[in-house]
């Protein structure tokens, strides 16, 4: 049995709110996916400004520019840390995608004799492996549902990971924290123009991933890094500063203006409550520690089978949803994230 210590020494609360965001895509892709029956809460209440899932995402993508700052600092190599985030993502999305390939095939009514259900199956594998070209469907699976794609949530992954090999840039420079501070600061100041002022244009910029949410993904993801850089020991004010956050994001919730300006107060309050503790945290951390990314990963294509079978309402198909997701995600931390990072040493010697 572990000691309130082994339970206690590295319990912050970043596992408990990763998971309290895939629950908000949970509850946003709800209404979405049953089409035609208005939107999420927070949705409603802000009349259609911003949901949910915007939260839950951009939470994720600034926990992951913080963590993902710090890992480059700690790998003694690039090797090292390219392992270690490859490791992260692919064992879990290789199960995802073999197991949505086998719902598929379970429910597969194809409306053309001649087409080949193999062929686009092991496409839709391949496609989505590749994290930059993605394959939403299979023709003849889910074909009469609202929304056609068997696992939407996908689309972030490319993003992701793209982000992941931005920062590489820098690992050279990660005992020079300052200058590694200026760029990160430069960056951000070139994503907020970007975003204020340039958005459609860069929607048009051919690229395989969607320029314009590389601009705005971005500067969640590098506001968190910059966070990551922070000595937050030494750093005074900071429990004023997250009231003040607080203040100034429910301000911009109720004038709303340009939504990207939360990208200031709303990474700020994901890290400053990330790094505190609580009971629940340690909770988590001692029975079901992280299966925020399984969570993710299976609650699209497990929203879309219960329509399929069961045409649920909205409320049914969140709980519903919610419980066989959270199932699906501790099953996959356990059996699979978790064994599979007892190799992420593999190249820290090189």
């Known amino acids: 049995m572990k000691s309130n210590y082994q339970i206690t020494r590295n319990a912050n609360n970043f596992d408990f709110i990763k998971i309290l965001f895939a629950w908000l895509v949970i509850v946003s892709h709800s209404y979405v996916l049953l089409a035609n029956q208005g939107c999420d809460w927070l949705c409603e209440a802000t009349n259609h400004y911003i949901n949910f899932s915007y939260f839950g995402v951009k939470g994720f993508i600034t926990i992951s520019g913080y963590l993902i700052y710090k890992s480059i600092n700690r790998s003694p190599n690039f090797i090292d840390y390219l392992w270690k985030r490859v490791l992260r993502i692919y064992p879990a999305l290789i199960i995802v995608l ?56 996908l689309w972030t992954m490319g993003f992701e990971f793209f982000f992941y090999l931005v920062l590489l840039a820098l690992y050279p420079l990660r005992r020079f924290k300052l200058l590694s501070q200026i760029i990160l600061l ?28 590389i601009f705005e993904l971005g500067l969640f993801f590098l506001v968190g890094a910059f966070l990551g850089s922070i000595n937050w020991d030494n750093m005074v004010y900071k429990k004023q500063m997250a009231i003040l956050a607080a203040i100034v994001t429910s301000s911009l919730l109720y004038c709303q203006p340009n939504p990207i300006w939360l990208c200031f107060t709303w990474p700020y309050l994901v890290v400053f409550i990330g790094q505190g503790s609580s009971g629940i945290s340690n909770w988590i951390h001692a029975n079901i520690e992280d299966p925020s990314y399984g969570i993710y990963l299976y609650a699209f294509p497990i929203q879309q089978s219960i329509i399929y079978f069961f045409q649920p309402s909205v409320t049914v198909l969140i709980w519903s949803s919610t419980l066989i997701a959270f199932a699906f995600g501790m099953l996959s931390w356990k059996y699979i994230e978790k064994k599979t990072l007892r190799f992420k040493d593999l190249f820290r010697s090189l």
């Open 98 to 153: 073999l197991l949505s390939v086998g719902l598929a095939y379970l429910i597969y009514q194809p409306s053309n004799k001649y087409f080949k259900f193999d062929q686009e199956a092991t496409q839709y594998i391949l496609n989505n492996l590749t994290l930059y070209h993605n394959q939403w469907r299979i023709h003849g699976v889910f074909d009469k549902l609202p929304n056609t794609a068997i696992n939407g949530s």
């Open 186 to 213: 430069s960056s951000i100041l070139i994503l907020v123009i970007g975003n204020l002022f340039y958005i459609d244009q860069l929607k048009d910029v051919p690229f395989r991933l969607r320029v314009d949410y």
